[in-house]
Each structure stands twice: as C-alpha cells, then as structure tokens.
C-alpha cells in the first residue's frame, strides 16, 4: 500500500508531466527576443498571450509553458522571433509578446 505522501507526490509528477508543453520542430527556430532594437527592421505579426496554470511556486514552469506556446504560435504564423514583452507570476502565469518575421 502507498502511502499518503508518496501517493501526492506521485499524483504531482503526473501532473507536472501532462502540463509540459511540446514545441514544433518550426518553432525551434523562433528566437525569443527581450530587446525591442534586435527586431526594428522586422515585420509584425501580431501579438501574443499566453498563461499557464503553473503559477505560485511553479511561476518558472508557467514561464517555460508560456515560451513554448507563443513560440509555437509565432511560428504558424509564419515568424522566426518572438519579442517577450512582460511575464507577470502569481495564481497563473501571464506572458504577453509580439510574433515577428526577421528573415534572417
């Protein structure tokens, strides 16, 4: 029989394991940018939200979540950068950015 404790830290990891999100093989090539200069001579695709139920003390995870499913975004729409904006933590995690196209 397991007990309690292993039994929540099982219950845990399946949960951290089914939130984790995949990133297309196109969207590894999507370069996230934090420095608005890097994209000047860019075009604009629109912008980007994502959150994540991984907030609180799992706020990184959230964040990585985030990444994944604007760069996944970024590059169905046809862009190679995606321009973080803001993150904010808490309950959920929040990220806002904007998908570019660079060409390069």
Known sequence: MIDDSRALALAALA??????????????NVRVIRNANEIKDCQSLGNLEATSGWGSFATSGGFANNKTQMRNETAARGGDALLIHT?????LSHSMGEAFRCGR
């Open 15 to 28: 949960l951290a394991l089914a939130g984790c999100l995949s990133m297309t093989p196109q969207a590894e």
């Open 87 to 91: 993150e904010r933590g808490g309950f």
